[in-house]
């Protein structure tokens, strides 16, 4: 037996092997990488895979403090000030409510006017800032903000407006904190739209839906009698595709902004058939 011969073929059949290994290696990377887990795929990418449409995305905070505060306790003394109204301190002092005495129709019911009347009329009015308004109930609901940002369906942090069919501005109820403060170390925040991804994965924005907007705020984290905390929170607002009798609806999300977790706010989830404009 020719050993020399046989050891060249050796090396000739290994050489031949280690090549279509290697083949084999690089295709099933190349297609590896061609199909990439859905976990992996950029989250714009699959919003547009479902025609999801993004319309706006507020400014990312880099970090915000978590913040405590005290229920207001209101008094008469400092309730003076306000005119044509008559005023009651309720629920132990933590409640105003005022009617109003001097009625004068509005123009209409907009945004901005009922924004300047709770910043004119309301104890310390520019501290809110408008949520909501129902036509049909004749109600516009303010948040209280802190540093600029809202502090959402906090019962302790509102202004309830109601007018009549006459567009007169007839009453209103107000609770609010009292020294808002921050404290500990300001904490990274997830971005916007990992919010929104979050939304997704858990199955809350469905195929063909807008995100029509997210706003960083505060949700309540400790709801203690007197002083609560309240966590940076980032707001959804979702306008979902149409149903089977072609109406669309609206939903709202909210997600700690910390540790990214969907928070459990009764009100966050609410359905509501939009205006027609």
Request: a neutral charge; aromatic letters at 10%.
């Amino acid at each position: 037996m020719d050993w020399n011969k046989t050891k060249t073929i050796f090396i000739i059949v290994f050489s031949i092997l280690n090549v279509f290994l290697y083949t084999m290696y690089v295709n099933r990377y190349n297609e590896a990488k061609m199909i990439e887990p859905i976990g992996n795929t950029d989250i714009s990418t699959r919003l547009k895979d479902e025609n999801i449409t993004v319309k706006s995305s507020a400014v990312d905070g880099e970090s915000v403090s978590y913040i405590s505060g005290k229920v207001k306790q209101f008094t008469n003394k400092e309730l003076t000030s306000l005119q044509n109204q008559r005023i009651q301190i309720i629920n132990g002092g933590t409640e105003i409510q005022a009617k109003i005495t001097k009625l004068s129709s509005l123009p209409d019911i907009t945004d901005e006017l009922l924004s300047d009347f709770v910043r004119k009329q309301v104890y310390k009015g520019s501290s809110y800032k408008l949520w909501k308004v129902n036509k049909k109930d004749r109600e516009a609901i303010f948040f209280q903000i802190s540093n600029d940002y809202m502090i959402y369906y906090n019962q302790n942090a509102t202004v309830k407006v109601h007018w009549n069919d006459r567009l007169e501005i007839t009453d209103y109820e107000q609770k609010m904190f009292d020294s808002l403060k921050s404290f500990g170390e300001k904490s990274t925040l997830i971005k916007a739209q990992r919010a929104i991804e979050i939304i997704f994965d858990n199955g809350y924005l469905p195929a063909n839906s807008t995100v029509s907007k997210t706003q960083l705020g505060y949700s309540t984290l400790v709801p203690l009698t007197e002083t609560q905390v309240l966590c940076p929170t980032w707001y959804i607002h979702i306008i979902l595709p149409k149903d089977v009798n072609g109406e669309r609806k609206e939903a709202d999300y909210f997600v700690n902004a910390v540790d990214g977790t969907i928070v459990d706010i009764e009100q966050n989830v609410k359905g509501k058939e939009l205006e027609k404009q």
